[in-house]
């Protein structure tokens, strides 16, 4: 069978490449890395030498590789296997936690598994920046935990006037959206602070929210007259497409035929 590969660059900070793929028979030489890979099998295993030690991948676990070390991989089985990589900027966990990363790959920890597949999620088919960056700050956040060897509850976060403070900023920058890490360094907190402090204040995330006002923004321009089109990209969807999924998702129907119902 012929390999499987999609890859892409997102535009999301931290992040370096996405990869997607299924082979079968492939079997990687020995490589490193300037990045972090950060890697959920699907299907199959994969069994892997990191630093002359012998280790395996499985749906069961999240795999983490640090940069600059050596590694090679293979399928365990004979149908192969899938995998999503996400590749992660040297300095989003720091060169001193090489070395436990080397100790110990692996986290069979179902909370990151799906805070990563969450993730990967929000990198395609359309950007959903903000989405992108909360959900990366939270993977981050675990696997610190982990790498540290101190994984401990989620903290109860209440700072209404901070929650407060964004969601005046997402409502005046509702087409061009908002950086998350920007802006929690810009008020001296850490993104999943900012994260939480909005979700427990205003009952969602801040992407949702963004989002949800992005579709209220489009249906009073929809009911103006103005193309599904140019409605798009005027809220701040990515285009069309992203506008109508989003549409189809909360009102079960087309931007167009919102449209000529008026």
């Known amino acids: 069978m012929t390999a499987e590969v999609v890859a892409w660059r997102p535009a999301v900070p931290g992040l370096t490449e996405v990869l997607h793929a299924r082979f079968t028979d492939h079997v990687y030489p020995p490589h490193t890395h300037d990045a972090w890979t950060l890697l959920l099998v699907d299907d199959g295993a994969v069994r892997y030498d990191l630093d002359r030690h012998a280790r395996g991948a499985s749906p069961a676990a999240v795999t983490l590789l640090p940069p600059g070390v050596p590694h090679d991989g293979r399928s365990q089985f004979p149908g192969g296997f899938r ?25 069979a920890d ?35 935990q982990h790498l540290d060897r101190a994984v401990v509850p989620a903290p109860a976060v209440r700072d209404d006037p901070l929650a407060d403070r964004l969601r005046d900023l997402l409502d005046a920058r509702l087409a061009e959206g908002v950086s998350l890490e920007a802006t929690a360094a810009a008020w001296g907190v850490h993104p999943t602070h900012l ?68």
């Open 83 to 107: 995998k999503r990589v996400l590749y992660l900027e040297p300095e989003t966990l720091g060169a001193a936690r090489v070395g436990t990363a080397v100790d110990r790959p692996a986290y």
């Open 110 to 144: 179902p909370v990151l598994r799906d805070r990563v597949s969450r993730l990967h999620a929000a990198l395609a088919p359309a950007p959903e920046a903000l989405e992108a960056e909360s959900r990366l700050a939270f993977v981050l956040e675990r696997l610190r």
């Open 195 to 262: 994260v939480r402090a909005f979700t427990r204040r205003h009952g969602l995330p801040p992407h949702r929210y963004l989002t949800g006002r992005r579709v209220d923004r489009a249906r009073r321009l929809l009911l103006d007259g103005v193309p599904a089109a140019e409605v798009a990209t005027a809220v701040g969807f990515f285009d069309q497409a992203h506008l109508t999924r989003h549409f189809r998702r909360m009102l079960a129907t087309t931007p167009a035929a919102y449209a000529r119902s008026a």
